[in-house]
């Protein structure tokens, strides 16, 4: 998964949030809505297009749809958007539409109204910084701890809302609180997300050790489990423990190379396909010396002293 975003694209982890745990975005947004039932069909050839536009609508259980959107700074312009938007969609559905707009950090949470002369259009704005994290992050803890279930959406966004603490300290303690949670692989998805959302919040170098340290235990995780497939295909004990051997080091080679990546995007901007396919077919000790004088690179052609292209 890549980490860097562009700063137009926090609605790419609201939606991928939203759509893993959309039976739970009612509660988290504090909405009386019936409970959704599934995503809708929401492509329309009349309407303006926008690569940053969220674009998520959900079925509800009373035949409603509910419309989420995010934006950094709600504006008229973008009411007039979304209302041309909800027109579209009660001209297919024909039915009531309940629009609900996320903003991370700016203005003021209630009804926003559009009004034309013609007709009235409104929208509840819902802005996370107003949250409380900290009184949300003890609950959250104390829920764990007892084994209780938890909303996972408020933990992806702990790090947007308000804290007596800096906001690499509540990430750090975000991460730790996802860690706790029993399904694994659910786990490792929300960190992922969440650390994909903190990419504007915190120092690279923070995001870059919590990064590192997740994709490690997902190469371990691969690998272990790699490695048991191959040796009970063998059929023996030695198989086993050597197929588990080289499950592990072709999965943390694999991890290096994932994290090499990373670093250089961050430091040069996006990789050419020539330049990435000549890093994956780095050997171990290549690995290792592209580890070292990473640090000191300054221009691409630094990096093409080292790899063949």
Known sequence: MEKKISPQNYDLILKEAFSIFKNKSLDFLGLNLPP???LIETEFAEVETHNDRLDLVFLLEDKGLFHLEEETDLSE????????YDLRL????????HTVVVTPSHGSPGTKVLDSGVFQYTVTQVV???WD???????????????KPINELELIFL??????????E???RTIQLEKMLPDKEISTRIQELTLVLSDRLVDDKILDELWEE?????????????GRKEGIIEGKIEGLEEGIEKGIEKGMEKGQIKVLKRQLTRKFGSLSPEISKAIDNLDEHEIVILSIELINMKTLEDLLKIIKV
Not at 77 to 84: I, P, S
Not at 133 to 147: F, N, P, R
């Open 77 to 84: 312009r973008d009411l007039v958007r979304f209302a041309h």
């Open 133 to 147: 994290g900290d009184a949300l992050s003890t609950k959250i803890q104390s829920a764990l701890e007892l084994g």
């Open 36 to 38: 959704i039932v599934g």
């Open 128 to 130: 996370l910084s107003n």
């Open 214 to 226: 997740l994709c490690m235990l997902k190469v371990i995780k691969y690998a272990e489990n790699r």
């Open 159 to 168: 790090p947007l809302m308000k804290s007596c603490l800096p906001v690499d």
């Open 170 to 172: 509540v990430l750090k």
């Open 90 to 97: 009660y001209e297919r559905y024909r039915t009531p539409i």
